[in-house]
């Protein structure tokens, strides 16, 4: 079994920041995550920087590190920890560029173990598969099973995130195949119990399978 799997959080793709900030606080309140993706679609520059440089310090309070989605150029003024980029967005060396050699660069690579390869010989600190359920987040372009990340712990030293509707209740054979880290959005903000229990509830299942 690889290491223990761990939380990825993904932010809402729209909230008001006074009462999202509260329910962030809770939530890291709840166990361990790894990270806190803030991912903002359809605002502005200014808004992104804006509700960044409020949500990172909540982040850092945790140990959590803060990453932005897309935007390697905005992550860079942030000073964030690093930044996730898809196929379509910036390309991994123009983010790499940005970054650092010291700051966070994951890559989205779909259902793709070319992607990924290619991804990880380039420098990725991580690459993301998925969607691996339906999500209301998004529609996905495509869709990945467990055994990807089956194939990938057996083939590659390079971490990997599972994508794409994860909840408490369906992230178990993501783990089992061995994901290092369950990314996950709605899963954790629309919990019946709240962001809190969702955690402490992905953590328990964690412990459970490490």
């Known amino acids: 079994m690889p290491n223990r799997c761990r939380l990825y959080l993904i932010t809402p793709p729209v909230f008001e920041l006074e009462a999202f900030s509260r329910a962030l606080e809770g939530a890291l ?17 200014a808004e992104v920087l804006r509700v960044g440089a409020a949500l ?48 966070i660069v994951g890559v989205t690579c779909h259902n793709s173990r070319d992607l990924a390869y290619e991804a990880a010989e380039a420098g990725a600190d991580y690459v993301a598969f998925g969607a691996f359920y339906p999500t209301g987040t998004k529609e ?16 590659a030293t390079t971490p990997c995130v599972a994508i794409g509707g994860i909840n408490v209740e369906n992230a178990a054979p993501l783990v089992h195949a061995g994901a290092d880290f369950i ?9 019946v119990d709240g962001p809190r229990a969702a955690v402490a509830a992905f953590n328990a299942l964690f412990d459970e399978l490490s």
């Not at 996905?140 to 083939?155: M, R, V, Y």
Request: aromatic content about 6%; charged content about 25%; glycine content about 8%.
């Open 29 to 45: 309140a709840g166990g361990d995550i790894a990270c806190v993706q803030l991912r903002l679609k359809d605002a502005g520059d």
């Open 56 to 103: 990172k310090p909540i982040a850092h309070s945790a140990d959590t590190a803060f990453v932005l989605n897309d935007r390697p150029d905005l992550a860079a003024k942030l000073d964030a920890d690093g930044v996730h980029v898809g196929q379509t967005d910036a390309r991994y060396a123009e983010a790499r560029a940005l970054m650092g050699r010291d700051r």
């Open 140 to 155: 996905p372009s495509h869709w990945a099973e467990p055994e990807i990340l089956e194939i990938w712990q057996e083939t």
């Open 183 to 191: 990314a996950v959005s709605a899963g954790v903000w629309a919990h």
